[in-house]
C-alpha cells in the first residue's frame, strides 16, 4: 500500500448534544432544501410555495382542521406500526389493516340498527376487531411457525384492499347506478361533530395516550420493549416472546382497523375502493420519526399531515403537483437515516504508514 | 376458445416479462443478502426515465438503457444507505418506493399525453415465419419484442451466473454466512454493493419495458403493484430463476385472464350441483378475486418454505436483512 490518506469508521462513546437535538431539524430542512430545487425546476418560487404550504396552512381555520382531520388516520396507522417496532417487528401491512377496519366499520354502520350512541362505538369496535384480525394472521405465524412478518404483513396489505374491491362490487355494493361504492352509513353511524372536525381527533389522542402508558406503566409494555431489544435474552428472562408478537401485531392490527372505520364514519360516509391515500405507507416514515414514543408518533403524523394538506393548497395556487410531498416526505427519512449513521459512527481521515502493510484480518 | 387461448397466452407472455426482469434482479438482491423493497418506486423511475429519453431521442434502446441505468442509480442509494450506513433494509427501500412515486408524479406530467414508437413485436428470425402461425401458440412464442426475449434469455444466464460460477457461489456466500465469506477473502461489501445495483438496474429495465414496449405510454403510478408482485415472487419462485420463470408465468397468466376473461361465460350446466359450482367459479374467477392470489399463494409459500428449517434446502438466504459490519458493536 502506498502512503495515503483512508477514511476511518469508528463507532462513537456518546453522541454530541448538537447533534442529538440537530439531526430531526437538519434532514426536514435538507429536504426542504432539495424540495426547493424541485419547484425551480418547474419555474416556481420555493419561498412562496413554501409560504402557502407553512404559513398558509397553520393560520387558516381550514388548514388547521384539515390537518388534524388528516392526522387522525396517520397517528393511528403511526401507532400501529410503532407498537410492533417497539418489540422488534416491522408491521409494514398498516395499509391492509385499515382496509379491513374500514370494511367492518362500514358493515356495522350498513346492518345494526341502533341509536348512534350504541352504534358509533359499534362501528369503531367492529373496524378495531377486523383490523386485529388481519394482524393475527402474520402474529402467530411469526409467534409459532417464524415467518417473517414484513412479507406476510406486506402480502395481506394487497389482499385486503382487493377485498374492498371485490365487497363493493358484489355483496356490499349499494348506492344508485353501476358505481363501485357501499350505501352511505345512516346518519346514526356517524362520528359526531366537533366544531370543525369529528370525534376521530379524539379518539387518536386518547389511542395515543394510551398506547404510551402501555409502553412505560404496564408489565406488557416493559415485556414488548425488553422484546424489541433482544427477543432471546427476553426469553432467557421469563418474557412470553410468542405472546408479545402476538400481542403487538394484533394491537396494531386493531389501531390501524380504527384508523379504517373511523375515516368511513368520519369523513367519507360510504366504502370505496382504494379510498385510502396510502395512510398504512405513509405510517412507516411517521412510525420512524417518532420510534421513541407514541407522543411522537402523534407529532409526527401532525408534521406529515400538514405537508400533506399543505401540499393540496401548493398545488391549487402554484399548480405544482402535490406529490412534491411524497418526495419531501421520503427524503425526510432517507436523509434522517444517513445522520443516524453519523450519530453513530465517527468519520474520520487517517494517515496511512507509508510501509508495513496492514495484515489481512487486523484492518477495521 | 382457441382464439381466447391464443389472446390470453400472449398476454401472459406480455405480462410476464415486467415481472421476470424485476424478481431476477431481486433474486440477485437478496440472495447477496439484501432486501430491496424499492422496487416499485425504480421500476417507476426506470419507466419515466426510459419513456422522457426515447421520446426526445427517438431510440428505444437508449431509453431502455437509461431506465436501466435510472434504476440502478436508485439502488445506489439503497445499497449506501443499507451497506454502508447500516440502515435498515425495510424502511430504505420502503421510502425508496415512495420516492420514485413522487418523483415520477412531480416530473412525469409533462409527459403524460406524449406518444413514442418504442419496441414493436418481431418475429423470430429463421423459425419464427414458419411457426408463427401455429394455432394458440404461435404469436406468444414466436412474435414479441426484443424486451421480452431479453427477460427470457435473462433466466439461464441468471441462474448459470448464480449456481455456476465464481461470482455467483461468493454472492450466495455473502448472504448466508457474511461472516464466513470475509474470513475466505470474499469482498463482502462489493458483493453486496453489485448486487443491490444489479437488482436495481433489472427493475429499472423492468419498467422501461413497461412504458416502452408494453403500453408505448407513460401513465402516472403506471407499474400499478408490479414491483410488489415482483417482490412476491421472488420468494414463491425460493430465490430460483427457473422457478421465477414458473411463477411469472403464472401470475402473468392471472392478470391476462383478469383483462381478458370479461365477458367470458364460464357456467356449466347438466352437471350435478351446478347452481353452487357455477357459484364457486363466479366468486374463484371474480377480477379483485383473483388478484389476490398471488399474495395468498405467496404467504402459503412461505408459510411451508419456513417449516421444517426447509429455508435452508430450497435456499432462502439466511443473512437476508442482516446488516453486515465488521466491527464487534
Known sequence: ?364 | MAGFLAGLLDATVRAATPLLLASLGEIVSERGGVLNLGVEGMMLVGALCGFATTATTGSPWLGFAVGTAAGAAMATVHAVLCISFKADQVISGVMLTLLGGGLTTYFGQSWVSETIDGFDAVVVPVVGPALVDLPVVGPALFQNTLTDYLALALVPAASYVLFRTNIGLEITAVGDDPEAADTMGVPVFAVRYLCVIVGGASAGAAGAHLSLAFSKLWITGMTAGRGWIAIALVIFAQWRPWRVLVGASLFGGIEAFILRSQGLDLSVTGVPFAGPLDAAVGFATNPQVMAMYPYLATVVVLVVVTRNSLEERVGAPAALLDNYSRETE
Open chain 1, 1 to 364: 500500500m502506498v502512503g495515503g490518506y483512508e477514511l476511518t469508521v469508528s463507532a462513537r462513546e456518546d453522541v454530541p448534544r448538537w447533534l442529538a437535538y440537530g439531526t430531526p431539524v437538519l434532514t426536514v430542512l435538507g429536504a426542504l432544501a432539495v424540495g426547493a430545487v424541485a419547484l425551480l425546476a418547474l419555474g416556481v418560487d420555493p419561498v412562496a410555495a413554501y409560504g402557502t404550504m407553512f404559513v398558509g396552512t397553520l393560520t387558516s381555520e381550514f388548514g388547521v382542521s384539515q390537518t388534524l382531520l388528516r392526522a387522525v388516520p396517520l397517528a393511528l396507522t403511526g401507532l400501529a406500526v410503532y407498537l410492533p417496532l417497539r418489540a422488534g417487528l416491522w408491521n409494514i401491512g398498516a395499509e391492509g389493516q385499515l382496509y379491513l377496519g374500514a370494511i367492518a366499520g362500514t358493515w356495522v354502520g350498513l346492518n345494526v340498527d341502533a341509536p348512534g350512541v350504541v352504534l358509533v362505538p359499534l362501528v369503531l369496535f367492529g373496524g378495531g376487531v377486523a383490523g386485529g384480525l388481519w394482524g393475527l394472521v402474520p402474529g402467530l405465524l411469526r409467534a409459532r411457525r417464524g415467518v417473517n412478518e414484513i412479507i406476510v404483513t406486506l402480502m395481506l396489505t394487497f389482499v385486503g384492499v382487493e377485498l374492498a374491491g371485490y365487497l363493493v362490487r358484489g355483496p356490499m355494493r349499494g348506492g344508485e347506478g353501476n358505481f363501485p361504492v357501499s350505501a352511505e352509513l345512516p346518519a346514526a353511524a356517524l362520528l359526531p361533530e366537533l366544531g370543525t372536525v369529528h370525534a376521530g381527533v379524539l379518539v387518536a389522542l386518547v389511542a395515543t395516550v394510551a398506547v404510551r402508558l402501555l409502553i412505560t406503566r404496564t408489565t406488557t409494555g416493559y415485556e414488548v420493549v425488553v422484546t424489541g431489544s433482544n427477543a432471546d435474552a427476553a426469553d432467557t428472562a421469563g418474557v412470553d416472546v410468542e405472546w408479545v408478537y402476538v400481542f403487538v401485531l394484533v394491537a396494531g392490527g386493531a389501531l390501524a382497523g380504527l384508523a379504517g372505520a373511523i375515516e368511513i364514519a368520519g369523513l367519507q360516509e360510504k366504502l370505496r375502493p382504494n379510498f385510502s391515500p396510502g395512510y398504512g405507507f405513509t405510517a412507516i416514515p411517521i412510525a420512524l420519526l417518532g420510534r421513541r414514543g407514541a407522543l411522537r408518533v402523534g407529532l409526527a403524523s401532525l408534521f406529515f399531515a400538514v405537508l400533506v394538506v399543505g401540499g393540496s393548497s401548493m398545488e391549487l395556487e402554484f399548480g405544482v403537483p402535490a406529490a412534491l410531498v411524497e418526495v419531501i416526505q421520503a427524503l425526510v427519512i432517507l436523509f434522517l437515516i444517513t445522520a443516524e449513521f453519523f450519530k453513530r459512527y465517527r468519520i474520520g481521515v487517517e494517515r496511512t504508514r507509508e510501509t508495513a502493510p496492514v495484515p489481512a484480518g487486523e484492518g477495521s
